[in-house]
């Protein structure tokens, strides 16, 4: 017969786990993935192993306290799950926690979903509701030898989890060595590292939250390993069709701060629109990447899983932690012999480029306010209070467009978010500024001959916040006519490749998931962006090829560093570049794209979390198409690794 004493704590155990896992459930489909995890034991034991406490001690406010502290830990990583996926689209991480330092900076109150939060203090009010009910009814009493039993009671628990988890290891190493990629894992925990390294999202549905966060920890933190996987090296690359078809031209990059394509028309931003057409425009161009990645990926063609660190002292001259990189495949690096190098960007250092930027091979590095601004302000923070693009070119424009042969990179800043009153009402002193400028009655008049038939019917809220930003792009367009009057004034327009691409979807305030027409979470619609390669001959060269000057291809930013260095016949070896030039494409899908910030891959027709399978698949690609994009994943997973190790190698911080 079960003794009173240890019923009770049954009963508070049972509540207790039971809204635990309830609580996980309820967080899992809100980001739309299956509700229980596929092998939810490794989930289960540490609940259990958590949990154990009630089992033991006997004591009403013990237990009272220590289930409300634990329930709460798992309220709040629901909202903060919740939140950071309306937000990014993709479940919070703990490998964020390096990158702290970033967030504080971007964060604001306008991220937060008030519900969501009440929907957790709800959760915990009624979860105390229940203890105090089922105490009023079953209140504790004494019993004596009670610690004995309920400590066997525990362990046995424990034990009885510890033991499915083991198995359950045991089966996930017995399936993974189908797949070349884990053939060489030694047991479970090395399969599921390897999941939770480069494909976080899979490991999140396969293995848990608890099960991935703890694998991060292991990985990031501890000695976790993963599978020692090889891939074969490529052979060099040297000439294609269009191969050296630029040579010893000039290149300009721009990359857009949050560069969507549909932005740019000819009725708002003339300018880009004229660059756009006048060279090949990748049509269907996607990426989902933090500014930062997407602007290493610009110049590097590579980023890695692993991340770099980015953790410093804004108000130090130097990071806390001296990053050291040292590798050889960058563009600046390679150009750097015959071209003036150089890297624009009106912000303080951000992202650590004070100290990145060099070390990846730019010669010159112009951001800081003392060097580029034109009034004495301390600075702009995250709240719309930004140097115009405009007024910004016109301090840098002379050291951008060099008398020497150049490579100038541009990560552009007007168009970053918030596009709505924030904090300090900054926004809405720009909103003002943009009608005085014109932006916004020419946004105004010309909405519906632009957009009305392209975007969803708009509430008076998104409208807004969507004027905001293509007002902001009229102002970066007038930047870009004053650095191409620039170029066709020292004779270089000619002879100078613009490569322009945008960094991510408009994310602040879930922008283009407001105005774009999806078909499912997974869509990649949400993630499509700007990217085209503007130069007259060669416009004329593709014309000639395809009768058209529209790439119809599927691209990301991972292509550009390798058809810069194609365009200019320059020799390379593609070991370390994730996707090739656009000019060996050998299939449509060639340029498949992996998103270091969803850990996902995707083309325009489809989503897949963990290579394999489709979290998405569009009703109009076919089976060989699917067979196709499956092969690709394959071979791209192990050129993950191969950059991932290549980073590790050449990567390291000093104190």
């Given at each position: ?11 508070v155990y049972?509540?207790t786990l ?5 609580i996980?459930?309820?967080?899992r489909g ?5 509700l229980?995890?596929?092998y939810?034991?490794?989930d ?5 192993l958590?949990?154990?406490p009630?089992?033991f001690?006997n004591n009403?406010i013990f ?13 709040a990583?629901f ?11 993709t479940?919070?991480?703990i490998?964020?926690?390096q990158?702290l ?6 964060v ?9 939060i009440l929907t957790?203090i709800g959760?915990m009010?009624v ?5 105090i009910l089922i105490?009023h009814?079953?209140p504790?009493?004494?019993a ?5 039993r ?6 046995t628990?424990?034990a009885?989890?510890?033991t499915g988890t083991?198995?359950?290891k045991?089966?996930i190493?017995?399936k993974s ?7 060489e ?9 390897f999941?939770t390294?480069?494909l976080k ?14 694998s991060?920890y ?8 993963t599978p ?5 090296k ?11 078809i630029?040579?010893?031209y ?6 857009i701060?949050t560069?969507?394509?549909?932005a740019?028309t000819?009725e708002?931003?003339?300018n880009?629109?004229?660059?756009m057409n006048n060279?090949?425009?990748?049509k269907?161009?996607?990426?989902k ?7 290493i990926?610009?110049f590097t063609?590579s980023?890695p899983?692993d ?5 410093y ?6 990071s ?10 960058t563009?600046p690096k390679?150009l ?10 009106d912000?303080e250092?951000l992202y650590a480029r004070?100290?990145?930027m060099?070390?990846?091979?730019f010669e010159?590095y112009l ?6 601004h034109?009034?004495g ?9 930004y140097e115009?693009?405009s007024?910004y070119?016109?301090i840098?424009l002379?050291r951008?467009v060099?008398?020497?042969?150049f490579y100038?990179?541009w990560?552009?800043l ?8 924030e904090?300090?009402d900054e ?6 500024l943009?009608?005085e400028m014109g932006?916004g009655p020419?946004?105004d008049s010309k909405?519906?001959e632009?957009y009305g038939s392209?975007?969803k ?11 905001h ?7 970066l367009?007038?930047a870009?006519?004053k ?11 000619d002879?100078t ?8 979807e408009a994310?602040?305030?879930k922008l283009?998931k407001?105005?774009t027409?999806l078909?499912?979470n ?6 499509k ?8 001959k060669?416009?004329?060269?593709f ?5 058209t000057?529209?790439f ?6 991972y292509?550009i ?5 194609d365009?200019?016949?320059i020799?390379?070896d593609d070991?370390?570049?994730f996707?090739p030039?656009?000019?060996r ?5 060639d340029?498949?794209?992996?998103s270091?910030?969803?850990?996902a891959?995707?083309?325009n027709?489809?989503?897949s979390s ?5 979290d ?5 690609v076919?089976?060989?198409d699917l067979?196709?994009i ?7 997973l192990?050129k ?11 990567m390291n911080?000093?104190?």
């Amino acid at each position: 017969m079960i003794k009173r004493g240890i019923l009770k704590n049954l009963e508070v155990y049972g509540l207790t786990l039971f809204a635990v896992i309830l609580i996980n459930i309820i967080s899992r489909g809100f980001l739309y993935i299956n509700l229980i995890p596929t092998y939810f034991t490794i989930d289960l034991f540490f609940y259990t192993l958590l949990l154990s406490p009630l089992l033991f001690l006997n004591n009403k406010i013990f237990n009272y306290i220590y289930s409300n502290i634990v329930l709460f830990i798992f309220v709040a990583l629901f909202i903060l799950n919740k939140t950071y996926y309306d937000n990014l689209d993709t479940p919070f991480y703990i490998q964020i926690l390096q990158f702290l330092g970033e967030a504080k900076e971007v964060v604001s109150a306008h991220y937060i979903n008030w519900w969501v939060i009440l929907t957790g203090i709800g959760y915990m009010l009624v979860f105390n509701a229940l203890n105090i009910l089922i105490d009023h009814f079953f209140p504790y009493n004494k019993a004596k030898g009670y610690l004995l039993r309920g400590l066997i009671l525990a362990l046995t628990s424990v034990a009885i989890s510890s033991t499915g988890t083991m198995i359950t290891k045991a089966v996930i190493y017995r399936k993974s060595q189908n797949i070349d990629v884990l053939k060489e894992a030694k047991n479970g925990d090395e399969v599921i590292n390897f999941f939770t390294k480069y494909l976080k999202l899979s490991s999140y549905k396969n293995y848990g939250m608890v099960g991935c966060y703890l694998s991060e920890y292991s990985i990031y933190w501890g000695n976790g390993v993963t599978p020692d996987y090889n891939p074969d090296k490529p052979n060099p690359i040297v000439e294609s069709d269009y191969n050296g078809i630029l040579e010893g031209y000039n290149i300009f990059t721009i990359m857009i701060e949050t560069g969507i394509d549909i932005a740019i028309t000819n009725e708002f931003t003339p300018n880009l629109y004229y660059l756009m057409n006048n060279g090949i425009n990748c049509k269907y161009n996607y990426t989902k990447n933090k500014t930062s990645v997407s602007e290493i990926i610009g110049f590097t063609g590579s980023y890695p899983t692993d991340g770099i660190n980015y953790n410093y002292d804004r108000s130090a001259s130097d990071s806390i932690y001296k990053l050291k990189i040292d590798i050889e495949n960058t563009l600046p690096k390679i150009l750097n012999e015959t071209y003036k190098t150089s890297f624009f960007h009106d912000g303080e250092g951000l992202y650590a480029r004070n100290n990145l930027m060099g070390q990846f091979g730019f010669e010159h590095y112009l951001y800081e306010y003392n060097q580029v601004h034109s009034y004495g302000s301390p600075g702009w923070d995250f709240d719309g209070s930004y140097e115009l693009d405009s007024d910004y070119v016109d301090i840098v424009l002379d050291r951008m467009v060099s008398s020497d042969r150049f490579y100038t990179f541009w990560t552009t800043l007007s168009t970053h978010g918030p596009y709505i009153d924030e904090r300090n009402d900054e926004v809405t002193k720009r909103d003002q500024l943009f009608e005085e400028m014109g932006y916004g009655p020419k946004f105004d008049s010309k909405y519906n001959e632009v957009y009305g038939s392209t975007l969803k019917e708009l509430d008076a809220e998104t409208y807004k916040e969507f004027k905001h930003l293509i007002c902001a792009f009229m102002n970066l367009d007038e930047a870009v006519g004053k650095i191409i009057d620039k170029l066709k004034e020292k004779g270089k327009f000619d002879t100078t490749l613009f490569v322009v691409y945008g960094d991510h979807e408009a994310y602040y305030q879930k922008l283009s998931k407001n105005i774009t027409v999806l078909k499912s979470n997974f869509d990649p619609e949400l993630y499509k962006t700007t990217l085209f390669f503007s130069n007259p001959k060669l416009k004329e060269v593709f014309y000639s090829h395809t009768n058209t000057n529209t790439f119809d291809y599927f691209t990301s930013p991972y292509v550009i560093v390798p058809t810069i260095l194609d365009l200019l016949g320059i020799e390379y070896d593609d070991s370390l570049y994730f996707s090739p030039s656009i000019f060996r494409f050998n299939t449509k899908f060639d340029g498949i794209f992996y998103s270091n910030e969803l850990n996902a891959f995707m083309t325009n027709h489809t989503y897949s979390s963990d290579s394999f399978t489709f979290d998405y698949k569009d009703q109009i690609v076919t089976e060989k198409d699917l067979e196709t994009i499956l092969n690709l994943q394959g071979l791209r997973l192990t050129k993950l690794i191969a950059i991932n190790n290549y980073y590790k190698n050449h990567m390291n911080y000093v104190e």
